[in-house]
């Protein structure tokens, strides 16, 4: 009996099946019931008004309890929790968040910090009433429509009359059931003149504007649709040559988290600070304090790569319409809330005029009734119905002209007037009323007809009493990417093990090459003629016999290799330069013709393309002549890594040894300034500056009056008032007219820069001195417009050649007064013609000595050995083709 049992267990197990268990009853639908309730209760905003339903039962207790006083939050919070099905602390917290966009909420005390993300006080320690722009655009209590509250004892409206953009002016955020809501805050000037624009047929663009203000890149922003991302970054300035400021947080993070991110990336070595100092209160001020040393530019870069310095937002434009979620972008929710705004207006308008009528209606009646002494009809009268009639029959004759038909409500109040009334009445009075109402029926009537124009009227009105103070905060610009390679603090040793082949940064006992990051990729080059790109790391096999190790650049085209080697174990020798721009980390590649037993005889990484001399000594053979002669690697063409290179010889070589060092053989580099991303680069982008070599330095000059020159890199930041950036000629003049504030005059002088890297100020320190003009013209030409002053003929403009109106002198000179007149305008002209000095390089003159000496050198060559020899040693290598990446 057991055993059959177990037999039937076995079979059971042999075949599994499947059990389905449908949910019946209460279970069917509560997920569905509880998704769509946070979905349409809690996480996301209506579109008609912009509010969730906390935040519109908020702002409908608020209205309740408006006497023009502060209220307690907690009593408005308590006030809410008649309207709202939920505790007091979520009501406060979204009470909070109203309040701190100042927009609908005038507060008092503290309601927290959205800079320091420091929280507010207790709601029985803050205050809040309505602000004068939320009674003027969010209630109309004629207009609303209302239904009943969760328990049955009040009425709410089911949305507020809002005439305005208010969701996209105040932003929303919500995670719901299986979807979320990010919508991010624009600027209120920029919304009404959208508004203004769609209902004039125009075309608009929104981007958002964050209170954190900071500078942002919307390139990508996609109108707020799902895939669209915004790029924010805090807005960093240099202080000194090792002090940052940060005076604007990007938005999303507050001085707290981004100290925390700071000094995260200074643990994990990606950047290097001293020390950190937060003077944030009313502005946001957060010192970040460097080592002696360290690139300032390069640490703003490093801050943007490591810390939330910058960050990334993803928007995403989801809002409630007819009790179902909506995808939607910000140009159609200010479209549709525009279009809301106008029909709103529309409904105020007719309920005024339908009042307005009624108004004419009554004090039309009036007049009859008291004019005509109808009020004597119903002297004789016994009962209600016939004191009726007889108004009724009085006013017949008389009411032709009236709108609409007499009403027995009408009727009834004809007998609520007092006699004191009656006897006071004046009839010009009467019809100075009933005047004035029909002034402003033909008004209404009229903003009815042209209804485009009366919102149009609308909105303006709104920008004039509301806007000011309501700029936009957050500086539009198109970001540069940042390379964390470039900028990434170096603070791990690399070491290298050249005869078994390893390199890391854990090898400690081996030989020290540089210093590195753990981000950063290595190549090597190995005896054998192979190549290989590889991640740093503890330790790592390349190959043995290492011959040269370094961090490498991507897209490097400036660092040239230069290299001699043996094609097999007894071939040729072949010399080849090469650079390297792109690879496959960790794949090997050979440098050689391929063929085994070659072997590298010469090797050489040039940072800047130099080219050296080297001599070449062959092995004593048979009957050749020529064992010694040098080889300049100015002569050899720069092709692709794969190139088979040049013949040197087909003999043995004993060994090459360095003669002289080279100078760069490639071409000055040109830079060109991006105005649009504010940087340098070498890419083609933007307006070319010039075409520089090593010693050539950048001349900048500031509003503010700061000259200084510095040695143009791509990392270098610029300061927002820079009116000059060029190629600094030191022997040109800088020409300057600037009002001394103290001298209270114009002062006029040239100055050469003396002091290089040095930034000085070139006009006095006085608060009101300014300068007027710059310019770094051979002969500048400048007009000089004078103001009319009382009395006299406005003098005639005056043309000042500044060359010849004042000497080459020291920066700190004062300078030649330009004029006692008053001034009321300073014009830089056209220059003088001038034909400029040509520039002349030292390595210039260099390059064409060693050309005639690489020419000796071949002929001597060409001379000492035989036909054979010559033409191995000149034969070019016509298989090495360049290949690009």
């Not at 200074?266 to 002696?292: M, Q, W, Y």
């Not at 063929?595 to 130099?610: D, M, Q, R, W």
Request: contains cysteine; charged residues 30%.
């Amino acid at each position: 009996m057991i055993e059959e049992e177990n037999d039937d267990l076995v079979n059971e197990q042999d075949k599994p099946k499947e059990t389905i268990t449908r949910v019946t009853g209460m279970y069917k639908d509560w997920f569905l019931d509880y998704a769509s309730y946070v979905i349409l209760e809690r996480a996301v905003p209506a579109i008609e008004d912009g509010f969730k339903p906390v935040q519109r039962r908020i702002m409908h207790s608020m209205k309740d309890l408006d006497d023009g006083r502060y209220n307690k939050v907690a009593n408005i919070v308590g006030h809410t929790m008649q309207y709202h099905p939920h505790g007091d602390a979520s009501i406060a917290d979204a009470m909070v968040q109203i309040g701190q966009k100042d927009l609908l909420i005038d507060t008092q005390g503290n309601w927290g910090n959205i800079l320091t993300g420091d929280s507010a006080a207790a709601s029985r320690y803050i205050e809040a009433r309505l602000s004068k722009f939320a009674l003027d655009v969010v209630y109309s209590p004629k207009i609303t429509e209302w239904q009943a509250s969760y328990d049955g004892r009040r009425k709410e409206p089911i949305n507020l009359p809002v005439k305005f953009p208010l969701l996209l002016a105040q932003g929303g955020e919500g995670i719901a059931v299986g979807l979320s809501t990010k919508i991010l805050p624009h600027n209120f000037v920029e919304l009404i003149e959208a508004s203004i624009k769609h209902l004039q047929g125009k075309r608009f663009k929104l981007v958002p504007d964050f209170p954190t203000a900071g500078i942002a890149d919307f390139s990508n922003y996609n109108d707020g649709l799902r895939g669209g991302k915004v790029r924010v970054r805090a807005k960093i300035s240099q202080l000194d040559k090792t002090t940052l400021v940060i005076s604007e947080i990007p938005f999303g993070t507050t001085t707290s988290s981004l100290i925390d991110s700071i000094l995260k990336a200074n643990d994990k070595g990606k950047i290097k600070i001293k020390r950190i100092e937060d003077n944030t209160a009313a502005e946001v001020e957060i010192l970040v304090h460097l080592p002696s040393g360290l690139s300032p530019d390069k640490t703003i870069d490093a801050l943007y790569a490591f810390t939330s310095c910058e960050s990334s937002i993803s928007p995403l434009g989801c809002v409630i319409e007819d009790n179902k979620p909506l995808f939607i972008g910000v140009s159609e929710m200010l479209r549709r809330s525009t279009d809301n705004t106008v029909q709103l207006l529309k409904q105020e308008l007719e309920i005024k005029l339908g009042e307005l009528e009624e108004q004419w209606h009554f004090a039309s009646l009036e007049r009859i009734f008291i004019e005509n002494r109808i009020y004597r009809d119903i002297e004789e009268e016994e009962t209600w119905e016939g004191v009726i009639n007889a108004i009724d029959t009085g006013l017949q004759p008389h009411v032709k002209h009236l709108k609409r038909s007499i009403t027995e409500e009408d009727i009834v109040r004809l007998t609520e007037i007092r006699i004191k009334r009656i006897s006071k009445f004046d009839i010009d009075k009467a019809q100075q009323k009933i005047e004035a109402l029909e002034e402003q029926i033909a008004e209404v009537k009229y903003h009815l007809a042209h209804l485009i124009d009366y919102a149009i009227a609308y909105f303006t009105r709104l920008k004039n009493d509301y806007g000011k103070g309501r700029e936009r905060k957050t500086e539009i610009r198109i970001f540069d990417d940042v390379d964390a390679t470039k900028v990434v603090i170096r603070n791990t040793k690399l070491y290298v093990n050249r005869e078994e082949g390893f390199i890391g940064t854990a090898l400690r006992r081996d030989e020290y090459v540089c210093d590195c990051s753990d981000i950063d990729d290595i190549i090597v080059f190995t005896k054998q003629g192979k190549m290989m790109v590889t991640k740093v790391d503890t330790k790592t096999f390349v190959g043995k016999d290492i011959i040269h190790v370094a961090v490498f650049k991507k897209k490097d085209k400036r660092t040239i290799y230069n290299m001699i080697y043996r094609d097999g174990s007894r071939g040729p020798s072949y010399i080849k330069r090469f650079a390297v721009t792109g690879i496959t980390r960790d794949r090997e590649y050979d440098l050689t013709n391929e063929n085994k037993g070659s072997t590298v005889l010469y090797f050489s990484a040039n940072p800047n393309g130099e080219a050296e001399v080297v001599t070449v000594l062959l092995r004593q053979a048979g009957s050749i002549k020529k064992l010694k002669w040098d080889i300049d690697f100015a002569d050899i063409l720069i092709k692709g890594r794969v190139s088979k290179g040049n013949l040197v010889t087909k003999y043995s070589v004993k060994r090459i040894e360095l003669k002289e060092k080279g100078l760069s053989t490639l071409k000055p580099r040109k830079i060109w300034f991006d105005d649009a991303v504010q940087r340098i680069n070498v890419d083609g982008r933007g307006e070319l500056i010039g075409e520089f070599r090593g010693e050539d330095k950048l001349l900048i000059i500031t509003q503010s009056g700061v000259v200084k020159t510095l040695t143009p890199e791509v990392t270098m930041h610029f300061d927002d008032d820079m009116i000059v950036l060029e190629k600094w000629v030191p022997k040109k003049p800088i020409s300057v007219i600037y009002y001394n504030g103290e001298k209270e005059l114009y002062y006029v002088k040239r100055f050469l820069i003396e002091n290089e890297g040095k930034e000085e100020n070139f006009i006095s320190d006085h608060p009101n001195s300014q300068l007027e003009i710059v310019s770094t013209d051979w002969k500048p030409m400048a007009e000089v417009v004078f103001a009319k002053e009382r009395g006299k003929d406005r003098k005639d403009n005056m043309q000042v050649d500044l060359e010849a109106f004042i000497a080459v002198k020291g920066i700190m000179a004062l300078g030649n007064q330009l004029t006692k007149d008053r001034i009321n305008q300073i014009n830089l002209l056209d220059p003088l013609p001038y034909e400029a000095p040509k520039e002349v390089h030292a390595d210039d003159l260099e390059v064409v000595d060693e050309e005639e000496v690489v020419g000796e050198t071949k002929k001597e060559s060409e001379a000492s050995t035989n036909g054979e020899a010559n033409n191995d040693d000149l034969e070019i290598d016509r298989e090495g083709q360049i290949t690009l990446f």
